[in-house]
T-cell receptor
Framework: QQPVQSPQAVILREGEDAVINCSSS?????VHWYRQKHGEAPVFLMI?????EQKGHEKISASFNEKKQQSSLYLTASQLSYSGTYFC?????????????FGEGTQLTVNP | EAQVTQNPRYLITVTGKKLTVTCSQN?????MSWYRQDPGLGLRQIYY???????DKGDVPEGYKVSRKEKRNFPLILESPSPNQTSLYFC????????????FGPGTRLTVT
């Protein structure tokens, strides 16, 4: 089942904050976040593992609520370079990161 | 430089004409995948491979074939393309062990008329 992302799109001014949510109807063992800039390939941001371990990007943080089967990506003091489409991905199995099902994406636009 | 390469980057073809999109990675990754990206649908996995000669279907495998004869290469084959396969295709690779970061190729934009 495809995870559900919200909002579908968000427009910010430079320096503002944003939160992107990802929820699943099934139990989650990890959540993967990717960003895709216009005309480019998706790039890995971070992975959140069951048990609270977090890895990834310095200026963007995320949370993972296993009980609620949700993850949120926090972008604080946004920069122009944050613009792009953000995808969350959830694995089919407990640990496999290669068998990801991605959400539909959240388009983030940061204006000057 | 660590990278995933795809060829061709752009392809316009006609219905029914067999085509192959190549994918190669130089990171010695065990896992490789093919995705298609369509507006409003996100990235959908077509096939993936866990290693040489080991492949399995993803979410949307119909109309596609793959093979993994060498660890670095994972070609996508459309034996009889149809217009509904017009899409942006990405190949990706990752290690067998964590953190499972997937490295994506630059994409192949396919148009089937």
């Amino acid at each position: 089942q495809q995870p559900v992302q919200s909002p579908q799109a968000v427009i910010l001014r430079e320096g503002e904050d944003a939160v992107i949510n990802c929820s699943s109807s099934k139990a989650l063992y990890s959540v993967h976040w990717y960003r895709q800039k216009h005309g480019e390939a998706p790039v890995f941001l971070m992975i959140l593992l069951k048990g609270g371990e977090q890895k990834g990007h310095e200026k963007i943080s995320a949370s993972f609520n296993e009980k609620k089967q949700q993850s949120s990506l926090y972008l604080t003091a946004s920069q122009l370079s944050y613009s792009g489409t953000y995808f969350c991905g959830t694995p089919r199995g407990e640990t496999s990161g290669s068998r990801l099902t991605f959400g539909e994406g959240t388009q983030l636009t940061v204006n000057p | 430089e660590a990278q995933v390469t795809q060829n061709p980057r752009y392809l316009i073809t006609v219905t029914g004409k067999k085509l192959t999109v190549t994918c190669s990675q130089n990171m010695n990754h065990e896992y490789m995948s093919w995705y298609r990206q369509d507006p409003g649908l996100g990235l959908r996995q077509i096939y993936y491979s866990m290693n040489v000669e080991v492949t399995d279907k993803g979410d949307v495998p119909e109309g596609y074939k793959v093979s993994r004869k060498e660890k670095r290469n994972f070609p996508l084959i459309l034996e009889s393309p149809s217009p509904n396969q017009t899409s942006l295709y990405f190949c990706a690779s990752s290690k067998e062990t964590g953190p499972y970061e997937q490295y994506f190729g630059p994409g192949t934009r396919l148009t089937v008329t």
